[in-house]
């Protein structure tokens, strides 16, 4: 059964391997899409399925959804560095979350000025390659709880 994956926030929906960052582009932890995100002040980040809160830091999250399967969204690249300054958490790891619901607010453009990339990958984490469809064209506009990718 195939799961679908949400646009944890708003932007435009790139190819992960466009990604400047090795990790993602090089889609070593999973597959996935990325999103850059407008710089319109602070914006808040949605939990792309349903399930548990495996994993929360102020700018990165990973939700596991009842079988098992688990999608990782990062706030920006390189942003570990940021110690979670700009970052508001609305969760705690272990919290029972449903598609949708706010983990994490922030703002994309202060992330930039910090001399930061603000985008956004959305990975189907330890996902196999050619396990993804996309919901999405590659250089459109999603909203936060657009479908992005179905994970089968």
Partial sequence: MGLTVLAPVAGVVHAMADVPDPVF???IVGPGLAIDPPRE???NAIAP???TIAKLHAHAFVVVGG????????????TVQLQGQGF???AAEGDV???????VSWDPG????GGRSPICPVVALEGVPGSLTPLVAI????????ALFEWS
Avoid at 67 to 78: F, K, S, T
Avoid at 97 to 103: C, L, T
Avoid at 110 to 113: C, H, L, T
């Fill in 25 to 27: 582009g090089g889609e």
């Fill in 41 to 43: 002040g602070v914006v």
């Fill in 49 to 51: 399925v349903s399930g």
């Fill in 67 to 78: 079988d098992g399967r688990a999608a990782l969204v990062h706030l920006g690249l390189d």
């Fill in 88 to 90: 508001e958490l609305h």
């Fill in 97 to 103: 979350v449903e598609a949708g619901d706010v983990v």
């Fill in 110 to 113: 202060q992330v930039e000025a």
């Fill in 139 to 146: 250089g459109a506009q999603v909203s936060p709880g657009d």
